[in-house]
């Protein structure tokens, strides 16, 4: 077993982490622990913003305009 810490949180966090726990625990039919539910939060913690792809999509000013109009008129629907 690898070294273990131990850590302080909130009551308020802890009790959402339990609560993160029983979700886990009914989609992977079967008992998890605090770890495994850290385990399965971290990466989500790591993923890309939309924002981190501003700027990414090189488009003409055709291609502008086209989805302009095209959200203009889903917005009337």
């Given at each position: 077993m690898e070294d273990a810490k131990t850590i302080t949180i909130s009551p308020r966090i802890y009790a959402e982490l339990n609560a993160f726990m029983g979700i886990l625990s009914d989609r992977l039919k079967r008992r998890v622990s605090i770890?495994?539910?850290l385990e399965n939060l971290l990466p989500r913690a790591h993923r890309n913003k939309p924002s981190d792809f501003a700027g990414a999509w090189v488009m003409s000013d055709e291609?502008?305009?086209?989805i302009k109009k095209s959200l203009k008129e889903l917005w009337r629907r």
């Open positions: 770890d495994d539910a291609e502008e305009e086209e």
